[in-house]
């Protein structure tokens, strides 16, 4: 593997929480202006991998890079201008509104006694245009639905403006609908350049879908990296969570869609 | 917004009024005025109470109460938590220890060194929760679990010397525990002054890290913010301020509780606005509270502390009754 010049990636990278590594020496390099999702079964460390990747986790081996150079070595808000976190299920003070939130987005872009800049407002603007936010900004956080939260937090992380957004299960507890909506934002972020996208997801047809780059991670490793149509297979499914498939084209996209055989237990 | 904050400078105009007209000698609302500005045909007696007596006493009472405003607001940022208050930095049960042994073990103590003394016992047991909390970092609740821990120790050590001691320094003590003002000279308001104004302003001019790090470690971190040295400095901040006001005034209970939730529902939660709203609202509730403890039972002079503590207890009941749909 060859050392990366821009773009995030890690190496080596172990994390543990005190009882044995949750990560085990990760080696990732996330391709920049794409769209990349972590998958696996529940405690397999894609969320550590996540909050590694972010910085948010000290690293007991290994580091990562931001164009090529140690994430531990930059300033903490330096790398906040550069990585958007988004973590899992936020939680704000009560009494806040939207705009409140959205707000805090702009901290590492402002001097300790600096006032709001006219870059700030535009930043806000932005990132209220890209989440359809907008009108909701004047609204308390504790009285919007669970998919307009989701969005407020989502605008706050890209009033953030960093190159890179790192995600972690941002479609969870949303329905159908928010869920389509804040991956189809993802995606359309990254189709226009703005940024680079990494979210640990769940639905492994909605990663297929939308994400450029999927990598399967068992037992803090990774086992499978890549492009979904090769990712995607019933050997990496079941090896990965144990689960026989079959995979079909997705009619409406092509990408590989995943189904889990009906073993006995459903046979009409 | 104007008008929320002119009817918080109008009221403590007010109770300031109140406290500096009302007692055992009456002096009427022209005359207080007429002291205060330096009129001539003031009685000389109406101006030695006024200028003299009731005017120390109150400027202490409207620091104390401001500065615990402040603390409070800070401590419920900090901890993430709206039942936070600077008596869970420890500061009230290592005052109230030092305040004990020094009363009631040490006898005799020089006038000045007692405010010394408290102000270090609570610095000292803010620090000492602080250090068994610190494990590669802080957490909020470790420091309220372990504050809360090291203040029953504490207050257990209090109870000790209080059971064995001599009767009438023990009384002295507890009249210091229970928060009173009745140690209101220009020189105690200016020791006040002096250890609180710099970090309420300091404080106030973090005001935007106060409001992130309310969002908790993982948000605040992820936009950058060094949460551990926010925390600590934040957490000294809150310690000097109301360290200072127990040094001054005893344990003024409820009023760190109370008056940044007043101010929060006044102003909202943005603490540009909300420090300084609690400090005019600790004020407030501290002038009041003294006044009520000097006029409930004349000539008795009840402690202020108890007063807060009366009005406190209420005011618990209340949030739980404004809580009692979630």
């Known amino acids: 593997m060859s050392e990366p010049r821009t773009g995030l990636a890690a190496r080596g990278l172990t994390l543990g929480y005190g009882r044995g590594p949750v990560v085990d020496g990760l080696d990732l390099a996330i391709p920049p202006g794409r769209f990349t999702a972590l998958l696996g079964p529940n405690g397999c460390g894609k969320s550590t991998a996540l909050r590694g990747l972010a910085g948010a986790q000290r690293a007991t081996a290994g580091q990562v890079l931001l164009d090529g150079r140690a994430i531990a070595t930059l300033g903490s808000r330096e790398l906040a201008r550069q990585l958007g976190v988004l973590t899992q299920s936020p939680a704000a003070p009560e009494g806040l509104t939207v705009d409140d939130l959205v707000r805090q987005g702009r901290y590492p872009h402002r001097s300790l006694f600096g006032g709001w800049s006219e870059a700030d407002s535009a930043a806000l603007e932005e990132a209220y245009a890209l989440t359809g936010t907008g009108h909701l900004r004047a609204r308390l956080l504790d009285t919007l639905s669970g998919g307009q939260r989701q969005r407020a937090w989502i605008a706050m992380t890209l009033a953030q403006q960093g190159r890179v957004l790192l995600l972690d299960e941002p479609t969870t507890y949303l329905d159908l609908a928010h869920q389509i909506e804040v991956l189809g934002l993802m995606h359309r972020l990254v189709a226009e350049g703005r940024a680079t996208v990494v979210a640990v997801l769940h639905d492994l047809n909605q990663a297929a879908r939308y994400a450029d780059h999927l990598v399967m991670m068992k037992a803090g490793r990774i086992r499978a990296e890549g492009p979904p149509s090769e990712v995607l297979t019933p050997e990496a499914v079941l090896d990965v969570f144990g689960v026989a498939v079959t995979i079909i084209p997705d009619p409406e996209c092509g990408t590989p869609l995943c189904i889990p055989r009906a073993e006995g237990a459903f046979g009409r | ?326």
């Open chain 2, 1 to 326: 917004m104007r008008g929320t904050w002119l009817a918080l400078l109008a009221v403590l105009a007010l109770a300031l009024l109140g406290a500096l007209s009302l007692g055992d000698q009456p002096v009427p609302p022209d005359q207080v005025l007429g002291a205060l500005a330096g009129a001539e045909d003031v009685p000389p007696a109406a101006r030695m109470i006024v200028t003299g007596l009731r005017l120390p006493r109150a400027v202490l009472a409207m620091l104390v109460g401001a500065a615990l405003g402040v603390a409070g607001a800070v401590a419920q940022a900090v901890m993430r938590n709206p039942l936070a208050e600077p008596g869970l930095l420890g500061i009230n049960a290592g005052a109230a220890l030092v305040a004990m042994v020094v009363i009631v073990e040490a006898g005799r103590v020089p006038g000045g060194a007692l405010p010394w003394l408290t102000f270090g016992g609570a610095l000292a047991m803010c620090a000492a929760i602080w250090a068994l909390a610190w494990r590669a970092g802080t957490s909020s609740l470790r420091i309220i679990l372990i504050g809360v821990g090291l203040s029953a120790m504490a207050g257990a050590g209090a109870s000790f010397i209080a059971t064995f001691g001599e009767v009438s320094a023990v009384q002295r003590a507890m009249a210091w525990l229970a928060g009173s003002l009745q140690d209101a000279r220009w020189e105690t308001v200016r020791r006040l002054a002096a250890w609180a104004v710099l970090p309420g302003l300091l404080a106030w001019a973090a005001a935007r890290e106060l409001d992130l790090i309310a969002f908790g470690d993982t948000v605040a971190r992820g936009l950058g913010m060094r949460v551990n040295a926010v925390r600590g400095g934040m957490a000294l901040a809150c310690a000097l301020l109301s360290g200072a006001a127990v040094a001054a005034a005893g344990v003024v209970a409820f009023v760190g509780l109370a008056a940044p939730h007043l101010a929060r529902r006044l102003v909202g939660p943005a603490h540009g606005r909300l420090l300084p709203a609690a400090a005019l609202t600790g004020a407030i509730l501290v002038l009041a509270a003294d006044l009520v403890a000097r006029r409930a039972m004349p000539p008795l002079v009840l402690p202020v502390g108890l007063m807060t503590a009366l009005l406190g207890a209420p005011f618990f009941g209340y949030l739980l009754w404004r809580r009692r749909d979630e």
